[in-house]
């Protein structure tokens, strides 16, 4: 479960986050819907524990534990995860590496025995064919050279080596095709489970076709301004964002 | 009247001064302008452009004198000690003190007093002040000559052994026949807390269509000096690469220097630097393209940190003739604490008009996004930095086409990260 309690953030003495206050329940999906600048990839940033950002009041609990001083490995060793908008490329770091040295790493601070690396591969392999994930792709450098497309599926199959508590997905749909949509959403509902949950970040409803939100949240100006269920997403889809964020000032 | 300009000598300078007043060494024609040139210049230092960064007017303390007492015994000791890396299959030419010791294996080796070998090479790097010093002083030189049949490897072993302060001028040509293809290794290795000085000078005559791979790896001690020269001769269609670790010596320049005297000449050069305390690491190459049709990469990566030293300067001359030459420079650093320091020079003398030739350079801290990327990862900051760092200077190990040599090289950077954690 994430909760968030009133959340102020900035950065470079901007404000972005002005008392953002959610919470989404464990096998809950949440979408946050929001104009651009509204704040939303601030939000991913701040909670997965970006530091140039500068949490000015606030909390941010994750299955009841303030995570806001925790620094960002051991939010994700705790099980928070973060699929990002724009995945790093990272030259000379081998895929499969990456994912082994991040897994192991978790494994390392949860306490419990890293994986060796015949098992490892196999726990790979698994999880990369049901993402059209080539074996080629995992011995690339990691993101480096790889399709918007490709890099999102890789998103996808991280979380799903890392099997996290909570996952974000700060724009997943962006720079996707039809297909490939479908494949990464796909991904996601796969991981979809009573114990875990997830705030889908994103600007049309077009994903929440395929990854069906429980509840839907619009965000303006640094915060959450309405709340409703799925079809708020329809709605907004019709009469744009417009209408919310005037009702809202 | 002439105004003459004096400047104050240095210990070393004097020391060295003194040493050649004392005679006893062969004249030959190479070594008498040598000697004119360290009385005229004494050592190189800022004001001469070449040594702009590396200036051994300070870097130099002192001249220690050159290494005479060798007996069996050290040699003996010299045998019991592993090697900087080891390289299966390979023909063993073993160094001890800057002296050719013996060599085990298919090769031609002689070993002789030297004759005038730099007047034979055409001379290009004479007037460089290593070169000179190294002239001045060395006493033999090692020859191999490279065989056309089947794929040579060949370990130059180098090993530095001692408790008092010396100095060693290690001279060895290496003919590569025409069609000959080589592997040479060159590994360099001393004792720490010795100030001890190594001035090496190695030349390669690479005959046409013969094919060369030279890694060399530098783990000289942490009080050492180390000047080595590398000098390469390619006729046509020849093909040279070379790739240089270097993580050792308090003081360590590399400089290379290459002439491309046929068609369709290959070079690629590349090198990472591991730099850390107060090292000062230099690589310095001029890569002379005096023949049409020739190709040169140059990648080089440096990782310094506390207020260790790098530099990097790399010249690439195209003649009037060379026509069609494609040359390519990079140098990138990253720097680990705000007391490193990196100089970067990169120069182009183009003087044919169609040819293609870049260079870049780049100097940075590690990158933050790759950084946070890792963390959100679940990777811990000192394990996320490690893996950078190995990524950075896997990418130059990566153009080591030697799988064996490769590995070592890379479990060699992931050591010195290691020792990075530890302190």
């Known amino acids: ?249 | 009247m002439a105004v003459q300009l004096q400047t104050v000598r240095t210990p070393a300078e004097e020391a060295i001064l003194a040493r050649l007043a004392e005679g006893g060494r062969r004249h030959t024609q190479t070594r008498e302008k040598a000697v004119a040139r360290l009385r005229a210049n004494g050592l190189p230092n800022r004001r001469v452009e070449a040594w702009h960064y590396t200036d051994l007017r300070t870097l130099m303390r002192d001249a220690p004198p050159p290494f005479e007492a060798f007996t069996d015994d050290l040699v003996a000791e010299a045998m019991s000690q592993s090697a900087a890396l080891s390289l299966k299959d390979a023909a063993h030419v073993l160094f001890v003190n800057g002296r050719f010791v013996r060599h085990a294996g298919a090769l031609e080796v002689v070993d002789a007093d030297t004759g005038d070998q730099a007047a034979a090479a055409g001379d290009a790097y004479g007037d460089d002040g290593a070169v000179a010093l190294h002239r001045a002083f060395a006493g033999r030189t090692t020859t191999l000559r490279v065989p056309p049949s089947h794929r040579s490897i060949v370990h130059l072993d180098f090993r530095e052994l001692g408790t008092d302060a010396f100095s060693t001028f290690p001279h060895l040509v290496i003919e590569v026949v025409e069609g000959a293809d080589v592997l040479v290794l060159e590994t360099h290795r001393g004792p720490n807390d010795v100030s001890y000085q190594t001035h090496a000078l190695i030349e390669f005559h690479v005959a046409s269509s013969a094919k060369v791979e030279h890694v060399r790896v530098n783990e000289a001690g942490n009080k050492a000096l180390s000047l080595s020269t590398l000098g390469v001769d390619l006729a046509a269609r020849a093909a040279f690469q070379s790739f240089s670790l270097s993580s050792g010596a308090n003081v360590a320049r590399h400089q290379i220097f290459l002439r491309s005297l046929g068609e369709h000449a290959k070079i690629g050069l590349a090198g990472a630097t591991l730099a850390r305390g107060r090292q000062h690491a230099d690589t310095t190459l001029v890569v002379d393209h005096t023949a049409p049709r020739c190709e040169s990469r140059e990648f080089y990566r440096y990782i310094v940190d506390d207020m260790a030293t790098g530099v990097f300067q790399g010249k690439i001359v195209v003649a009037p003739n060379a026509q069609k030459t494609d040359g390519g420079m990079k140098s990138q650093t990253i720097l680990l604490s705000d007391t490193a320091a990196m100089n970067n020079k990169p120069e182009l003398e183009i003087f044919a008009d169609d040819v293609v030739c870049g260079h870049g350079a780049t100097c940075g801290s590690l990158n933050e996004n790759q950084l946070f990327y890792a963390h959100a990862r679940g990777i811990p900051p000192v394990e996320a930095e490690a893996l950078l760092l190995e990524a950075f200077a896997g990418e130059a190990i990566d153009r080591v086409g030697d799988e064996q040599i490769r590995e070592q090289l890379m479990d060699k950077v992931r050591d010195w990260l290691a020792q990075r954690v530890k302190s």
Request: proline content about 4%; charged content about 25%; aromatic content about 6%.
């Open chain 1, 1 to 249: 479960m994430l909760e968030i309690r009133n959340l102020h953030a900035e950065i470079d003495g901007k404000k972005i986050l002005n008392g953002l206050t959610l919470t989404v329940k464990d096998g809950e999906v949440a979408a946050i819907m929001g104009p651009n600048g509204s704040g939303k990839s601030t939000l991913s940033y701040v909670v997965a524990g970006r530091s140039d950002y500068t949490v000015t009041a606030g909390e941010v609990f994750l299955n009841g534990e303030n995570i806001l001083e925790l620094p960002p490995h051991e939010r994700a060793a705790r099980g928070l995860f973060l699929a990002f908008q724009y995945p790093v490329e990272i030259p000379g770091v081998t895929t499969h590496v990456f994912l082994r040295t991040a897994l192991n790493a978790q494994r390392k601070a949860r306490g419990e025995a890293e994986l060796k690396t015949a098992e490892f591969m196999k726990l790979m392999r698994a999880a990369a064919d049901k993402l059209s994930v080539t074996q080629e792709m995992l011995r690339r450098p990691l993101n480096v050279g790889f399709s918007g497309g490709e890099k999102k599926r890789l998103e996808i199959l991280q979380m799903t080596l890392l099997a996290p508590k909570f996952g974000i997905l700060d724009e997943t749909d962006s720079g996707l095709d039809i297909d490939a949509l479908r494949v990464v959403s796909d991904g996601v509902n796969d991981l979809r489970a009573p114990d875990r949950g997830f705030l889908v970040i994103t600007h049309y409803q077009r994903l929440l076709d395929h990854i069906k939100p429980d509840t839907v949240h619009i965000m303006a100006q640094g915060r959450i301004i309405k709340t409703g269920g799925p079809e708020l997403a329809l709605e907004l889809e019709k009469n744009g964002y417009r209408d919310f964020v005037a009702d809202a000032a």
